[in-house]
């Protein structure tokens, strides 16, 4: 049943997406809109299609790498264990700046993910280039949602006037 692994693993990113759109929802219509903005910001429309197509190239990217490793085999642990710290910083970043409105830390979070989706490329890239290539975009994206917090943690100073 080469089928079921692959189901999973290009199930498991959409799963940690819809917790994270659940939480947004709400905070897109409400607390999100008070905040200052970059003028180059990406219309809101924009965000569920980008993360539907990152989500579904990271996914099939982690089981081309799962397949060519042989499974979860110790050849996978460090690139199947990158990627999945990838997918848990991925995860906290929305409850952290959506749910808690702790702009600094999700800014702290977005570069390390920035950081880990930068490493889990680099060791996909020896054992599927391909893999490695389905996370470019991800990696592009994340460049861009992370000058996107940091403008937005910039001009939304806290409620005594300092910074978090």
């Known amino acids: 049943m080469s089928w079921l692994p692959m189901l999973c693993l290009t199930a498991l990113p959409h799963l940690g997406g819809l917790y994270g759109g659940y939480i947004t929802r709400k905070q897109v ?3 999100y809109p008070t905040l200052n903005k970059p003028p180059w ?3 809101n429309s924009a965000f ?3 993360w539907t197509t990152i989500y ?3 996914e099939y990217g982690s089981y081309l790498v799962w397949k060519e490793c042989g ?3 110790e050849d996978a642990v460090a690139p199947l264990g990158l990627y999945a ?5 991925n995860w906290a970043w929305t409850p952290i700046f959506f749910g808690a409105h702790k702009l600094k830390m999700a800014l702290i979070k977005i570069v390390m993910l920035t950081g880990a989706v930068g490493a889990t490329m680099a060791s996909w890239y ?3 280039r391909t893999a490695s290539l389905l996370l470019t975009h991800y990696l592009a994206w994340l460049c861009l949602a992370t000058s996107l917090n940091y403008c937005i943690w ?5 409620e005594d006037g300092k910074e978090e």
């Open 48 to 50: 569920p299609i980008v």
């Open 71 to 73: 499974g979860f085999t």
């Open 126 to 128: 020896p054992v599927n």
């Open 41 to 43: 910001r990406p219309h």
């Open 56 to 58: 579904t190239g990271m």
């Open 29 to 31: 219509k409400t607390w």
């Open 154 to 158: 910039r001009e939304n100073p806290d």
């Open 85 to 89: 710290l990838q997918l848990a910083l």
